[in-house]
């Protein structure tokens, strides 16, 4: 059975710190990766995603990046903002257009 | 252009009781999926549809769920003799189909089973 892992499951910093998100997977033979963002009471948002042939993407303030031969992918958010407080969720697909495998998520606090 | 909806918002009902919940997906998305996101966990996988048939219906917990989409469009998912376990939310994702498409989620229906 296919697990993906987050760590750590909360975490709180002040605003403008730099920081990683880490998510390790089990089976590295993925099809993509995805970052999510959920707020409070909220559906998730779709913040990255990095095909299996990729190795980082970035969008803003947010850089992905990904090593499936060794079942891992940080997300960094640099200058943290309080707006940045959510759940930040990890999800793998094993192939196209498939039932994504979600870790348990986590929840950032970005403190003003 | 409108996003995923779903129906209702939140549903509280009583155990034993029948319940239906809704999801109209993103208009042309011919994929759509069904997960459940208990309290401090992340959305497992329930049923995917391509189209109108259940192109795989592993995640379904028992027998007691099922789900139906059968114009290909507005899905709904519908959980029979509710127990309190059921208690949960209900997310419903949409995509196009495409091998390298993100899936889109809706806000998901906060079902509590009293």
């Known amino acids: 059975k296919q697990e993906v892992t987050q760590i750590p499951a909360a975490l709180s910093v002040p605003e403008g710190e730099n920081l990683v998100l880490n998510c390790s997977f089990t089976?590295?033979?993925?099809?993509?990766l995805q970052w999510f963002r959920q707020d409070p009471g909220k559906g998730l948002t779709s913040l990255l995603l990095i095909q299996s042939s990729q190795r980082e993407q970035t969008s803003g303030r947010l850089n992905a990046s990904l090593d499936k031969s060794s079942g891992r992918s940080t997300l960094y958010i640099a200058a943290s903002q309080p707006g940045d407080s959510a759940t930040y969720l990890c999800a793998v697909s094993y192939s196209g257009n498939t039932p994504l495998v979600f870790g348990k998520g986590t929840r950032l606090s970005v403190i003003a | 252009g409108a996003g995923v909806s779903q129906t209702p918002s939140n549903k509280v009902t009583e155990k034993g009781k029948y319940v239906e919940l809704r999801c109209d997906p993103i208009?042309?998305?011919?994929?759509l999926y069904w997960y459940r996101q208990s309290l401090g966990q992340g959305p497992e996988f329930l049923i995917y549809?391509?189209?109108?048939?259940?192109?795989?219906d592993s995640g379904l917990p028992n027998d007691r769920f099922f789900a139906v989409r059968p114009e290909g469009s507005v899905s709904t998912l519908k959980i029979q003799r509710t127990e309190r376990g059921d208690s949960a939310v209900y997310l419903c994702?949409?995509?196009?189909?495409?091998?390298?498409?993100?899936?889109?989620f809706g806000p998901g229906t906060r079902l509590l089973v009293l």
């Open positions: 549809f391509q189209g109108t048939g259940a192109a795989d």
């Open positions: 208009s042309g998305h011919t994929a």
């Open positions: 994702a949409s995509s196009t189909g495409g091998r390298r498409e993100t899936q889109y």
């Open positions: 089976d590295s033979a993925i099809y993509n």
